[in-house]
């Protein structure tokens, strides 16, 4: 993952959130491509984004670039308080963890939110 998710989620306002949306599309954004080349990843994609709606309450508006920043944040460090690390290059998409698969799910929401995130 080229760059990592910065600054302390409690302190995320709306331009700290689309510089973390953006770090993210950057570090895993390669996750929608190869998900419209494997069915698998697309169901895993799939299901982890109604998580991440579920999660946000967002089945009646789009959640905000600070909420999905926030969770993305939450997320990444719940998985280092556990000993997870993210990758040191490329993600293999063939066989994504649970925390690639659930930051990619933030990932789609916030590209559907906000097109520039691409």
């Given at each position: 993952?080229?760059?990592q998710?910065?600054?302390?989620?409690?302190?995320?306002n709306?331009?700290?959130?689309?510089?973390?949306?953006?770090?993210?599309?950057?570090?895993?954004?390669s996750?929608?491509?190869?998900?419209?080349?494997?069915?698998?990843?697309?169901?895993?994609?799939?299901?982890h984004?109604?998580a991440v709606?579920?999660?946000?309450?967002?089945?009646?508006?789009?959640?905000?670039?600070?909420?999905?920043?926030?969770?993305?944040?939450?997320?990444?460090?719940?998985a280092?308080?556990?000993?997870?690390?993210?990758?040191?290059?490329?993600?293999?998409?063939?066989?994504?963890?649970?925390v690639l698969?659930?930051?990619?799910a933030?990932?789609?929401?916030?590209?559907?939110?906000w097109?520039?995130?691409r």
């Amino acid at each position: 993952m080229s760059r990592q998710l910065a600054g302390p989620p409690g302190e995320t306002n709306p331009a700290m959130a689309h510089d973390v949306l953006a770090a993210l599309a950057d570090a895993i954004g390669s996750g929608l491509a190869a998900a419209g080349r494997q069915p698998r990843l697309l169901a895993l994609l799939d299901q982890h984004t109604a998580a991440v709606r579920d999660s946000l309450r967002a089945d009646v508006r789009p959640p905000s670039a600070v909420a999905l920043a926030r969770y993305a944040h939450g997320v990444r460090d719940a998985a280092r308080e556990h000993g997870w690390l993210p990758p040191d290059g490329p993600v293999d998409w063939a066989s994504p963890d649970w925390v690639l698969t659930r930051l990619l799910a933030v990932h789609a929401l916030a590209r559907r939110g906000w097109p520039a995130l691409r």
